[in-house]
C-alpha cells in the first residue's frame, strides 16, 4: 500500500451516545445504511 496508494474513508460509528431502537432505525441513525456507504464511497470517486 505505501508504494501504490488508495485514497480510503473510514465509515463507522462516530463518537457519540449509544441509541436504542431497532435495527432499521439505528443503520438510519448512524449513517450506516447501504444508501450512505454508497455515498460515502462515490464521494471518493
Do not use: H, W
Amino acid at each position: 500500500m505505501e508504494n501504490c496508494p488508495v485514497p480510503m474513508r473510514r465509515v463507522g460509528v462516530k463518537e457519540r451516545y449509544g441509541q436504542v431502537g431497532t435495527q432499521d432505525f439505528l443503520q438510519q441513525e448512524y449513517g450506516l445504511t447501504a444508501e450512505a456507504i454508497v455515498e460515502a464511497a462515490k464521494s471518493l470517486l
